[in-house]
């Protein structure tokens, strides 16, 4: 999805969320038009980060990028 499009998404009320690995395990998020990503949370390991992604996926506003 491009830029203008996540954009368009954002204002509609949604949080997009992607994984990181460098420098920790962490999720970063976009929750406001014309931002970058955010650090959301940082994490010890990685399947820690993955549950917690997983479980930010259930809510209905939350979409992976």
């Known amino acids: 999805m ?3 499009s996540q954009d368009k ?3 509609a009320g949604f949080i997009i969320i992607r994984k990181d690995d460098y420098p920790t395990p962490r999720i970063k998020a976009r929750h406001v038009a ?3 990503y955010r650090t ?3 994490y010890n ?4 980060r993955d549950r917690a992604f997983a479980r930010l996926l259930t809510d ?3 979409i992976s990028d």
């Open 45 to 48: 390991t990685k399947a820690e």
């Open 60 to 62: 209905d506003k939350v």
């Open 9 to 11: 998404v954002l204002k």
């Open 40 to 42: 959301f949370e940082k």
């Open 2 to 4: 491009d830029r203008k």
């Open 34 to 36: 014309g931002t970058d």
